[in-house]
């Protein structure tokens, strides 16, 4: 399995060209926190392409504001939109999802990976394919299809920075390292808005409420997901991914300041910790000057200010989601996948107000057993077989959601 976790021996020289960069999902949260970085220094770093979803006036103004070279939006019906925003701009446009993975082809320096959900597989694989570096923010690419992404990644000697905020205290934590002298690896979570609710008020928990996260300003889908402690279920098998090691030594831990972002406990008793202010642009400017670190504006920790720090175990029967996801690990990549998919599913119904908030992990666990006994539960072999069964986990869970709806 690949580790993210050592760094060269002898670091080289920094280089005074800038960095080329390439932001797939640019008008998201991570795309807004990457591009408010890159236009901090812009003498240190050149937008090769930027990519979004459906809106074009968005795209094109971040385009414009980051000099890119392309934008590329998915939906094709926003191409025209698109091109006549950025006509006499000098940046060219195209639509389409290949025109989306031929963008992430590009060669550069890094590939922020940003875009929500399995919506980003092909793209960010084929930004390991063509060997640039990638800062990887879709943590659903590893919960689809880790072995593959990382499997790749290993054949191409391409390097994979954890830009999620936990995997990348981590991998900070372990500069210097080999997992072998790790004990084991703690990544923490806020506890989300719902940390202290009953059942019964999570029950009845409207979208407002469930999107309200305490110290964290994210996209909808990882807001919910915090919500429900999916998101650190999903971290875990992330984690595994990313440094290969098995569930058992990944731990997670509540910490509602959200200061502590993940620590690494040695061997040797020692426990590393990396912290900062939660602010995404941190690991995101990790990620984009790695192996250097450079200056960045923003909040600074004042430890005096924040006072106490504190811990606590996460309660797996008001957050099943979370022992679901590590169940899903144990079973294998095509329960991960499934439960991804269900997931997805599970948390657009919820924001459409279809379903309750307690309903999703239970569509989850659900979806995974109904794929087991459809005789799903077979690893996926490439990123064609992953996006099938995730179609079909998919399917499974939306007919799962009618069944509800008209019972
Ligand atoms: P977001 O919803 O704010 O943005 C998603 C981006 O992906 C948008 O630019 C959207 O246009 C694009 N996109 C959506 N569907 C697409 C499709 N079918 N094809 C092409 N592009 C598409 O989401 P976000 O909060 O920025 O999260 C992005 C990823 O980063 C998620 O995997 C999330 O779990 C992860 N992440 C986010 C944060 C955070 O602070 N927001 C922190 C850690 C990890
Ligand atoms: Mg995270």
Redesign the pocket.
Known sequence: MVSVAASPAVQPEPSTAPRRVTI????????T?TLSVIADRPEAFAVEAV?????AERLARVAKEARARVAVI?DRSAYDALASALAGSGIEAAAG?AA?EEAASRPVDVVVA????S??LA?TMAAIRAGSKVAL????CLVCAGDLFMGEARKGGVKILP???EHNAVFQALSGHSIDEVDRIILTGSGGPFRDWTKEAMAAANPDQALKHPT???????SI?SATLM?KG?EVIEAHHLFGVPEEQLDVVVHPQSIIHGMVAYKDGSVIAQMSAPD?RMPIAHCLSWPQRSPIGGPRLDLTRIGRFTFERPDLDRFPALRIARAALGAGSWATNILNAANEVAVAAYLAGNIGFLEIARLVEETIERAAAQGLSHAPGSIKDALALDREGRRIATSLLTRRETA
């Not at 797939?24 to 795309?31: H, K, N, W």
């Open positions: 797939l999902g640019a008008t998201g949260s991570i795309g926190s990519t979004a979803f459906g809106n998915a999802a989306v940003g875009i929500v959900g919506a980003g793209p923010a879709n943590k659903e830009l999620d905020s964290w300003s994210m996209g909808p889908k990882i997901d998101n999903l995404m």
